[in-house]
């Protein structure tokens, strides 16, 4: 790795949570279209996963300037794409000096990660560690930050390659080293203890906001879940009349967010819960799943869906695998298809007239319902339909009420 230019996070120091320098990068982005009976993608799949990893590199800071994309049955064990294509790629760097960053679209394994590193002379990132440093820049709280760190150096352990010397620094030089000890098993052994204090540290956080749950007293949970950028912040605010941080980036929203709201006169929690996205690495699923206790212990779920998205049904496949894999996908769920205005925009004809288009509504709404059970259109954005969610959400908590606290749905 050349160290001029690797990638270094900012961790162990007032600078953590800080990321990769905020200036913007000139990147390229690879990614592999695998063709095997295991897994057949296709171009288009493809090119949709680089769009979101555009958005994901742009929401990091950096700039995309060119993709590469290669057909293969399988990935290269060593170079991740075929020797050719990294031919291909070590020449259009050449002709453009402004580029300081390659992003992979899946994630690397040490092994293909030095060996991109040595071939391009740039910074090699794949999708974790692209995600990881959004994750660092927006974490706000003690926990999500502890989070963070702890992903961070959990991925880095099996990446030490003898060239992270300023590890150590973090101890005492005298005293520090077995007899024969190499500078890598140093390093590593820092890493490792590292990660020890930090899971003690988390340990200690959980149980803070195990302890400010139980005080929130009976009332009903809801927690809204879904894609990443999908309107779940502004539904929040929306609902909530809270002001909770949204923007059109991925990941905006990383830190729970709760506020109690009233419907009619019946009070319920609210929360606001980091947003998922496809091949999001498992090693940050286990780092968050603290963070992710909110939608443990919540009563109800509203899946919040953008429906705009062309991918939209496989962002709802996304979330619905990842609560299995959180245990939570039998919970009562409201499906909210948001960005009902932005769909309008892009897939209505101008000249199609009122009526025609409460019929073709109309018609979404049942062939939604028919496919996903009880659900809403809405644009949280406008506060189109909102008149709906609320009653539907409402009758929701209320049945919930009825169930978990009989005495105080008598009030209602």
């Known amino acids: 790795m050349t160290t001029d230019k690797s990638l270094k996070f900012q961790v162990g120091s007032d600078e953590r949570g800080k990321g990769l320098v905020k200036e913007t990068e000139k990147a390229?982005?690879?990614?592999?279209?695998?063709?095997?009976?295991?897994?057949?993608?296709t171009e288009e799949l493809v090119t949709e996963y680089l769009d979101e990893l555009e958005f994901l590199a742009l929401t990091a800071g950096a700039e995309t300037i060119k993709r590469f994309t290669q057909r293969l049955p399988h990935l290269?064990?060593?170079?991740?794409?075929?020797?050719?294509?990294?031919?291909?790629?070590?020449?259009?760097?050449?002709?453009?000096p402004e580029l300081t960053l390659v992003i992979i679209d899946d994630d690397l394994?040490?092994?293909?990660?030095?060996?991109?590193?040595?071939?391009?002379?740039?910074?090699?990132?794949?999708?974790?560690?692209?995600?990881?440093?959004?994750?660092?820049?927006?974490?706000?709280?003690?926990?999500?930050?502890?989070?963070?760190e702890l992903a961070q150096m959990q991925?880095?352990?099996?990446?030490?390659?003898?060239?992270?010397?300023?590890?150590e620094r973090q101890r005492g030089g005298i005293g520090m080293r077995g007899p024969g000890e190499k500078e890598i098993e140093t390093d590593r052994r820092i890493v490792r203890d590292k990660i020890s204090f930090l899971?003690?540290?988390?340990e200690t956080i959980d149980r803070q906001a195990q302890t400010q749950r139980k005080q929130r007293g009976a009332m009903i949970r809801v927690a809204l879940?879904?894609?990443?950028?999908v309107g779940k912040s502004t539904l929040m605010n929306t609902t909530a009349k809270a002001e909770v941080f949204a923007e059109n980036k991925l990941f905006a929203t990383l830190d729970t967010t709760v506020r109690k709201?009233?419907?009619?006169?019946?009070?319920f929690l609210l929360s606001d819960t980091v947003g998922f996205i496809r091949k999001l690495p498992h090693h940050l699923v286990e780092s968050f799943k603290s963070t992710l206790d909110e939608t443990r212990e919540s009563d109800?779920?509203?899946?919040?869906v953008d429906m705009a998205h062309l991918q939209y049904e496989e962002h709802i496949a996304t979330v619905q695998n990842t609560l299995k894999e959180l245990g939570v996908a039998d919970k009562p769920t409201l499906m909210v298809f948001n960005k009902i205005d932005l769909y309008r925009e892009r897939y209505f004809d101008a000249l199609v007239d009122g009526q025609t288009k409460e019929e073709i509504e109309a018609e979404l709404l049942d062939n939604l319902t028919n496919k996903y059970g009880d659900c809403v259109i809405i644009s949280a954005q406008s506060k189109e339909n909102m008149d709906d969610f609320r009653e539907k959400l409402g009758r929701m908590i209320k049945e919930q009420y009825v169930v978990r606290y009989p005495h105080q749905a008598q009030q209602w």
């Open 199 to 202: 899971k003690k540290d988390l």
């Open 76 to 96: 290269n064990t060593t170079s991740y794409v075929g020797k050719g294509k990294v031919e291909e790629i070590e020449k259009y760097i050449a002709r453009h």
């Open 300 to 304: 109800i779920l509203v899946h919040v």
């Open 261 to 267: 709201v009233v419907f009619n006169a019946m009070p």
């Open 225 to 229: 879940v879904g894609y990443t950028n």
């Open 155 to 167: 991925y880095l352990l099996p990446r030490l390659r003898g060239m992270w010397s300023h590890l």
């Open 109 to 148: 394994s040490p092994k293909q990660q030095s060996f991109l590193e040595e071939a391009f002379k740039l910074k090699v990132l794949d999708r974790s560690t692209l995600i990881l440093d959004i994750f660092a820049q927006r974490a706000q709280t003690a926990q999500a930050r502890t989070q963070v």
């Open 28 to 41: 390229i982005l690879v990614a592999v279209i695998q063709d095997n009976p295991q897994m057949r993608q």
